[in-house]
């Protein structure tokens, strides 16, 4: 027992104070003095007893400290009392109930007749340390529960050292824990898989990141495979750092999904074949029919009685019907069987429209429709992609729509969602006012061999495929189709198609606009058709025109009688309610000012010969094609123009001009009696004048010098007009560019649209004229001091 000696004449200290519990006191610090005699009744006390247990002194004095040691305790308690170990550890209840942990050291006690008389316990208070113990255990237990009952192995390894691994890796791999501990870590993935591990590893090791997933396959002793999702996380194990990886075992999901994929393989395959089936049957039929359609061609023009005619042309009608379905299936089973290649090559998309509207303004003449278009101003005319496809999309939507209304107007839009770096995103509505589809079966009129409604098929005629291969077509040009329909009222198809740039091809001038000729120049539309008015007065305004709008005759009659200013060209409607377009012209013509009035009528093909002759300038016919109603506008302005001009007999030459406008001109013609005219014109108004033989020369003495206005003959050796105005535009900077105006031979339209598209202002018809000449002058010389004055120059 140890400091047997220190404690032997303590035993007075029972009652009263010895030198032991001076000594206590001195170096009290954390410990509690408990002492008993013989018996394990409480005799003596010492230390923070309250603090550490809550009891008073005297409530323990002379209670037996057995009673306040842990039940479970009472095993070491006894060990200390006989003598077995001098240390122990064993808890005490406190007065609140809660246990004291206690390391405890024991000295036997003597009286002064060196009698054995009873035990010192000197009492550490372990209870935080203890607290921590236990609660990292019921950690420990919790944590091995979890990875006991998970279903994903578990492993912890280090290096290529295998630490630990759970129950089911155990069972899963097939292998015992010393066999695992025994084992390299990548002798348990695949070799393709060994290498990908040691990278992963480096870059945990290296703390690059803390986690890392992927899948690999894990190989078992019994040499089976399991497909499975591993997640690495670096953790400090046994004082060090190591990795836990988790393998979740996809084998069974595997397996499952690669038979889906090669079932759905399989059926594609299957439907391919019935699909490149269909696709040579429709072939191989459309053959003979085609000797059946041209072998009746041939019989109806031969001598035939009424009844054999009559026959003859069911059987060309039923052929030609016979053809168009089968080319319907062949079109369907060629995209089904994935064989449809799209062309990207650029074409025109107002061409494309204008020849699907082409195809069926007779039809819509007969039924009495107006067929429409509109293509906003901000689409690129000119686009890449399949052209046909697209014409055929239409052509789907377009004779469905007249087809499926009596009356009214078949209207088709394009305009321009959104731009981005490759595609341009286009958005084509074709709307209808006729019968309309039910909302229930709206979802499915694009299935194939579908029909809206069975009852209507006899009467309007189909497959049921033509919306099923203009969706499939739509997809191939990557957008989508999509319909709304009202009964009665009628249907409105969208679709949407991501078509390349083409950036190589200018805009048309009558797409661009903007003309100075045309420029707020005012035309008077009338039309009883709202979307047809609001067409044709976009299109106006995009030219920079100005636009009177009525809907009837009586209408614009009123509204002559109120203007300011006379519309220098009227376009009207030849069919409309009340007044028609030819009543309305002939009273127009009747009038003293309005008949001056140019006038342009829009109809439908079949009218175009009962029109009097010399009503109006020009007729167009229905759906009005842009181009040609612009150069029509175009060539009845310049007309005018000319003819006001020739007409203002009090002209005379401004000998004053070179001093009004100083302007440095050139001259560029080869021919050089006209070039010598010029001279000696431009001469006489004041200038003095350069002048050059072509092109090439042009570009040599804009090198050296200046100019304001270049008088460009179009026509002429070695470089012409316009390539020398390109090369102008595309060398010389902004500010030192002259203003170039045409002089042309030949006054077509398309000349001076090709003039002005690489950037003339304006263009004289030769021979020139002296007045002209003079207008260009003041009108361009003006226009150049302007610039001069302004920030420019
Ligand atoms: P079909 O070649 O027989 O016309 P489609 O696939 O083109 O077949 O059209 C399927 C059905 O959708 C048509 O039979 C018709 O019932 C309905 N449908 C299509 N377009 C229109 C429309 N513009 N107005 C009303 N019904 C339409």
New binding site residues.
């Given amino acids: 027992m140890e400091n047997q000696k220190s404690t032997n004449n303590l035993i007075a200290g029972f009652s009263e104070e010895g030198t032991f519990q001076k000594r206590l006191r001195s170096t009290k610090g954390s410990n509690v003095y408990i002492c008993v005699d013989l018996q394990g009744i409480i005799r003596f006390l010492d230390g923070p007893v309250v603090h550490y247990l809550g009891y008073k002194n005297e409530q323990l004095m002379g209670k037996s400290l057995a009673s306040y040691v842990a039940v479970e305790d009472l095993a070491s308690y006894d060990s200390l009392l006989n003598n077995s170990n001098d240390r122990a550890e064993f808890r005490l209840m406190r007065a609140d109930g809660s246990l004291f942990y206690g390391e405890v050291f024991v000295y036997d006690i003597y009286d002064d007749e060196e009698n054995h008389a009873g035990y010192c316990f000197r009492i550490y208070d372990i209870t935080s340390r203890m607290r921590e113990i236990f609660r990292l255990a019921e950690q420990e237990e919790r944590f091995k529960a979890i990875v006991d009952k998970t279903r994903d192995l578990i492993l912890i390894f280090r290096g290529r050292e295998i630490l630990y691994a759970n129950a089911v890796a155990l069972n899963k791999l097939g292998f015992t824990m010393p066999q695992l501990k025994s084992l390299d870590y990548y002798q348990l993935f695949s070799e393709e898989d060994q290498e990908r591990i040691e990278e992963f590893d480096l870059v945990l090791r290296d703390n690059q990141l803390s986690n890392w997933s992927f899948e690999a396959a894990v190989k078992t002793a019994s040499g089976k495979v399991l497909q499975c999702e591993i997640d690495i996380k670096s953790i400090h194990y046994q004082g060090a750092q190591a990795f836990v990886a988790l393998f979740h075992d996809v084998t069974s999901y595997k397996i499952a999904t690669n038979e889906l994929i090669s079932a759905r393989h399989e059926a594609e395959s299957a439907n391919r074949i019935k699909s490149d089936f269909l696709a040579m049957m429709s072939h191989e039929i459309r053959t003979p029919m085609n000797g059946v359609i041209g072998m009746t061609s041939l019989l109806l023009n031969t001598n035939l009685s009424n009844e054999q005619r009559d026959y003859t042309e069911t059987i060309k009608v039923s052929g030609e019907c016979l053809v168009e379905i089968i080319n319907?299936i062949l079109d369907f089973s060629k995209i089904e069987s994935g064989r449809l290649e799209l062309e990207e090559v650029p074409f025109e998309l107002q061409a494309c429209i204008e020849d699907t509207l082409d195809l069926f303004a007779l039809k819509a003449m007969e039924k009495g429709l107006d067929l429409l278009y509109l293509i906003e101003p901000d689409v690129a005319p000119v686009l890449l992609g399949d052209s046909n496809r697209l014409r055929q999309i239409l052509v789907?939507?377009v004779s469905?729509?007249i087809?499926?209304?009596s009356s009214g107007e078949v209207f088709i839009s394009v305009q321009q969602i959104r731009q981005l770096a490759e595609y341009t995103e286009l958005r084509f509505v074709?709307r209808?006012t006729?019968?309309?589809?039910d909302n229930s079966?709206l979802p499915h009129?694009?299935e194939a061999f579908?029909?809206?409604?069975n009852s209507?098929?006899r009467k309007?005629?189909?497959?049921?495929?033509?919306?099923?291969?203009?969706k499939r077509l739509v997809h191939l040009m990557r957008g989508d189709l999509w319909?709304e329909?009202e009964l009665q009222k009628?249907?409105t198809?969208f679709f949407t198609i991501n078509v390349k740039h083409s950036s190589e091809v200018k805009p048309k001038l009558h797409i661009k606009g903007n003309l100075p000729r045309l420029k707020d120049q005012v035309v008077l539309i009338v039309d009883d058709n709202e979307t047809n008015r609001q067409i044709l007065k976009l299109h106006f305004e995009s030219w920079g025109m100005k636009v009177l709008l009525s809907a009837s005759g009586a209408e614009a009659l009123t509204i002559m009688k109120e203007v300011d200013e006379y519309p220098v060209i009227a376009v009207f409607d030849m069919q409309m309610p009340g007044m028609d377009g030819i009543e309305l012209a002939e009273i127009f013509k009747s009038d003293e000012l309005l008949s001056k009035i140019p006038l342009i009528l829009l109809s439908s093909t079949g009218d175009l010969e009962r029109i009097p002759q010399n009503l109006f300038l020009s007729r167009l016919s229905k759906p009005v094609k842009l181009k040609l109603l612009f150069d029509e506008v175009l060539n009845i302005i310049s007309e005018l123009t000319r003819k006001t001009r020739m007409n203002e007999a009090a002209f005379t030459l401004d000998q004053g001009l070179g001093q009004r406008l100083p302007l440095k001109i050139l001259i560029a013609e080869d021919n050089l009696v006209n070039q010598k005219l010029a001279i000696s014109l431009l001469n006489m108004m004041g200038y003095r004048v350069d002048s050059v033989m072509n092109g090439k020369e042009v570009l040599d003495i804009l090198s050296q010098k200046d100019f304001d206005i270049i008088f460009m003959d179009i026509q002429m050796p070695e470089m012409n007009g316009i390539e020398a105005t390109i090369k102008i535009f595309e060398t010389i900077p902004v500010e030192k560019q002259p203003l170039v105006i045409a002089i042309t031979a030949n006054a077509m339209v398309g000349d001076r649209e090709k003039c002005l598209e690489v950037g003339m202002v304006d263009y004289m018809a030769k021979p020139i004229k002296i007045a002209e000449l003079q207008r260009m002058i003041e009108k361009w010389g003006a226009e150049r001091l302007r610039q001069r004055n302004g920030t420019v120059l």
């Avoid at 006729?434 to 589809?437: C, K, S, T």
């Avoid at 579908?450 to 409604?453: E, H």
């Avoid at 309007?460 to 203009?470: E, K, P, V």
């Fill in positions: 319907d789907n939507l469905n729509a087809k499926f209304t074709v209808d006729g019968i309309g589809i079966k009129i694009f579908t029909q809206a409604d209507t098929t309007f005629g189909g497959t049921g495929l033509g919306l099923a291969i203009t319909a329909s009628g249907s198809f």
